[in-house]
């Protein structure tokens, strides 16, 4: 029975999360209602108070989804890594720019970002930061397989580049979200093309 019930909680959230982000999506975070989000997940309000505060907190765990994917489909990368420097770079932070709009609109990114600056210390503030180390941990991951493999100087700090290259790439990223008319192939443009300075100089030759 403990087993039954399980996937029962997991399917009324993957419900919750999926109709939060439907509508978020059509009427906005603002506009959207919890009242609307337990109608369209087929679940009552109860349900939903269950589980999140409010609606930051379902932002929140769509956020977290959206991450966690990304960060295993980077774990291919990084045990797997294309056979030179720019390459495994691109590939890698490919995935998740390619992936950051699968779930959350770009107002729902500028909700998550500024809810995390309005309250870093609020479980959403941490989560949100551990997220974004996460992902720095993977970069720098990245480098470090890339050093083991032979492609990397095996002087440079691996882990101190990781966040080098996170931080370029997320300060970029706000720049993106915060335009509505920009779009992701030239963000992968722009990344690529700042990234290529650091490329040049920890390949080894």
Sequence with gaps: MSGLRARQKADRHRRIIEAAAALFREAGYEGAKIETIAAQAEVSIGTIYNYYQNKGDILG????MEVNEVLNAGR??????????GDALDTLIGIYIEHSLHYLSKEMWRQAMA?????PDSPFGQAYTALDRSLTDQIGALIARLQEVGLARPDIDGMALGELIFNNMNMMFIEFVKRDA???????????????ILVSAIAKE
């Design 182 to 196: 920009a779009r992701i192939p030239e963000l992968r443009a722009s990344i690529r093309r700042q990234n290529r």
């Design 76 to 85: 291919g990368v990084v045990a797997m890594p294309p056979a030179n420097v």
């Design 115 to 119: 809810i995390s600056t309005q309250l």
């Design 61 to 64: 765990a769509i956020v977290s």
